[in-house]
């Protein structure tokens, strides 16, 4: 059994806006540097140039429920699983990811982990409410 740690933001705008920006794939490299400074899709498949190297992201289908997992398969073959979740709250809602700690990280790798996702949820949550905020299809 992994250990898992939940990084949350508040963000004021409906969790539809944001589970449809989040759920672009196009998108990540506006506010998900920890994961991604670029990406396409090649042959349905998208790739993204990572602090890693090259890596594959596969998110859940589209749902009603703000489920936005997704799989990233690192340079060396192995499948990361990260939950992620948009939850309503009134107006706003909740953007929860979950890290788990895989075998081979320390304390301090968990926690860079942690601290790469939070400051990544900030810049989501910065943009979806800025004064140029994005608009959502």
């Not at 140039?49 to 749902?63: C, H, I, L, Q, Y």
């Not at 979950?98 to 943009?127: E, F, G, H, P, W």
């Amino acid at each position: 059994m992994s250990t898992s740690r939940h990084v949350s933001v508040f963000i004021g705008r409906s969790a539809k806006d944001v589970y449809a920006y989040a759920a672009d794939p196009a998108k990540l490299p506006e506010w998900a540097a920890g994961l991604s400074g670029s990406i396409e899709q090649v042959d349905g498949v998208w790739i993204a140039e990572s602090p890693m190297g090259k890596v594959v992201v596969k998110f859940a289908e589209s749902n009603e429920y703000g489920v936005l997992d997704h799989e990233v398969t690192l340079p060396s073959g192995e499948v990361v699983y990260n939950p992620m979740r948009v939850i309503p709250d009134g107006t706003g809602c909740e953007v929860v990811f979950t890290i788990r700690r895989r075998s081979d990280m320390t304390d301090d790798d968990l926690t860079r982990d942690a601290d790469a996702v939070q400051a990544d949820l900030l810049v989501l949550k910065n943009l979806l409410e800025g004064e140029d905020r994005p608009s959502t299809p």
